[in-house]
């Protein structure tokens, strides 16, 4: 069951234009588990549930790619920088080692 | 039984103790490592240099907090001076741990688009360890900072 995750990009700064080179924020809620920690509840072992891929992609041409491991914390967030090269739209794909996908985009719209 | 056959035996015991200690130290050690994919930091350098040389380099900036509270998270940046133009460029930065079960944290593979070689996250530490952030150029070297950051509260388990 693929569940719908938060997730959020941010672009700083707000304002740019095209040759700015700004930093892309991508921010998502994830238990990141390791598969070493107990449920409190139920006393036994939560299995390891982490993201392992991320492709952040300008127009479908990806541009960073990320492989990722537990040792990164709950609720992860990655920042990578980007050159503005016109109007577009940045996607996020991820998927974690339970072969859940899921992905979230942002529109870049540079000023002047 | 005599006192003499009873030191005898003593000794028998003891000596089957010392021999068994050992085995069920490493028996401990072994059970402290059940993640499912967990690798030392040698095996985690040689799998991505390939077995050459990783020079410490000041090209890189390498920002992690001196002492962390709480090892569940860690903010660490990495920011590499050098050009980002067509065929020179930072292919690759990797984040490792010496001392969590999993010495990777996080592989980013780059491209000229990126305009800088700039990467940021938050990672987890089980320990005072060091962190060690290892670049790989586009001509095929390789190049590392690392920084040692102490943990209060560790983060893993």
């Known amino acids: ?112 | 039984m005599k006192r003499r056959e009873f030191i005898q035996g003593m000794f028998a015991v003891s000596a089957v103790a010392m021999v068994t200690t050992p085995d069920r130290v490493l028996a401990e050690d072994k059970a402290k490592k059940k993640g499912a994919n967990d690798m030392s930091f040698e095996d985690a350098l040689k799998a991505i240099t390939g077995g050459k040389e990783v020079k410490e380099s000041k090209k890189i900036k390498f920002t992690a907090p001196e002492i962390a509270e709480n090892g569940a998270v860690v903010p660490i940046k990495v920011e590499v001076d050098h050009p980002m133009e067509e065929k020179n460029y930072v292919k690759a930065i990797h984040i490792l741990n010496t001392a969590n079960g999993n010495a990777r944290c996080a592989d980013v593979m780059l491209t000229p688009a990126n305009g800088r070689g700039y990467f940021s996250t938050r990672i987890k530490l089980s320990k005072t360890q060091d962190v060690v952030a290892v670049v790989a150029l586009s001509d095929g070297t390789f190049i590392k900072a690392s920084s040692n950051v102490k943990v209060t509260i560790g983060g893993c388990g």
């Open chain 1, 1 to 112: 069951m693929a569940e719908k995750r938060k997730s959020m990009i941010k672009i700083k700064p707000k304002k740019y234009k095209v040759g700015d080179i700004v930093k892309v924020d991508f921010i998502v809620i994830h238990p990141m588990d390791t598969g070493m920690k107990k449920d409190k509840k139920t006393g036994k072992i939560k299995p390891a549930h982490y993201i392992d891929s991320i492709t952040f992609s300008f127009d479908g041409k990806p541009f960073t790619k990320m492989t990722v491991w537990e040792s990164v914390s709950t609720n992860p967030y990655f920042s990578v920088n980007y050159k503005v090269t016109g109007k577009g739209k940045i996607t996020v794909d991820y998927t974690d080692n339970m072969g859940e996908k899921n992905s979230k985009s942002k529109k870049v719209k540079p000023k002047g």
